[in-house]
């Protein structure tokens, strides 16, 4: 019993987190998002480890941890989404209900939302996805697609990324319906597809492929002093670039 609190505990604290940056995402509160989505991804990491180390795992802890991650790693990055969809400057329309309301009910409804940023929830939905895969596959020492975790960490880094001083000037380009839609279709699928990733963890059985992890963990410290907590954004897009480059090298 006090075997499996532990790891239970640890995956509770991860949902904490992703609550706690919902409440902080409607504020436009970036910064606070992305630290505790990072503490989300490191107690998703521990709870793993400690259940594995205290042979603890079981089937409710798996479920707990998915349900954890689905706010953390999905509707988090979903809300970011919103708020830059909102932003970018889409109007923001009032939708009266009055007349369907007020004869049944005698309430006073006025919904004020814009429309095009609710596409920001196919990430959540394509994370919900991942992660139900996830569950009825047997675990590997690699991925197939893109974790949640790591894409939950681009969006929530890419609003301090598109703020940095190196590219303030390209924010026009970054923060706008083009590339907010691209973005928002491109993780759905690449959490989706059979694509294989590499965890960072160090293989015996893999030591050729040990390099490619090492780089991914080398060439992110410059990505993270040079852009600050934005650079988590970029340090995603290395790692998938490296895999494509893992993924190649194991066809020759």
């Known amino acids: 019993m006090i075997k499996s609190f532990i790891p239970?505990?640890?995956?509770?604290?991860n949902l904490i987190c992703g609550c706690f940056s919902i409440?902080?995402?409607f504020q436009f509160q970036f910064d606070a998002v992305?630290?505790?989505?990072?503490?989300?991804?490191?107690?998703?990491?521990?709870?793993?480890?400690a259940a594995r180390l205290l042979h603890a795992e079981s089937n409710f802890g798996k479920q707990l941890d998915?349900?954890?991650?689905?706010?953390?790693?999905?509707v988090v990055p979903g809300i970011v989404v919103y708020q830059l969809f909102k932003l970018s400057g889409n109007r923001v329309l009032d939708f009266d209900l009055?007349?369907?309301?007020?004869?049944?009910?005698?309430?006073?409804?006025?919904?004020s939302i814009s429309p095009v940023a609710f596409i920001a929830f196919l990430i959540t939905?394509?994370?919900a996805v991942r992660l139900a895969k996830f569950n009825t596959t047997d675990y590997t020492d690699e991925f197939e697609g893109l974790p949640t975790p790591a894409n939950a960490l681009f969006f929530a880094a890419f609003p301090l990324l598109i703020d940095h001083v190196?590219?303030?000037e390209s924010k026009?380009?970054?923060?706008?319906?083009?590339?907010?839609?691209?973005?928002?279709?491109?993780s759905v699928i690449l959490m989706n597809i059979p694509f294989r990733l590499f965890s960072l963890r160090m293989s015996l059985r893999k030591h050729d492929y040990n390099i490619f992890k090492i780089l991914t963990i080398f060439l992110s410290i410059p990505l993270i002093l040079i852009f600050g907590l934005g650079g988590f954004s970029l340090v995603i897009i290395l790692y998938l670039f490296l895999n494509v480059i893992r993924n190649l090298w194991s066809l020759i």
């Open 66 to 74: 998915s349900l954890s991650d689905l706010v953390t790693s999905g």
């Open 34 to 49: 992305l630290i505790l989505v990072l503490m989300g991804v490191l107690l998703d990491f521990l709870d793993g480890m």
């Open 125 to 127: 939905l394509g994370s």
């Open 23 to 25: 409440a902080f995402a």
């Open 8 to 13: 239970n505990f640890l995956t509770l604290l």
């Open 98 to 111: 009055n007349s369907f309301i007020n004869p049944i009910f005698n309430l006073d409804l006025v919904f």
């Open 166 to 168: 190196y590219l303030i």
């Open 172 to 186: 026009e380009y970054l923060l706008n319906n083009y590339t907010l839609i691209t973005l928002t279709i491109s």
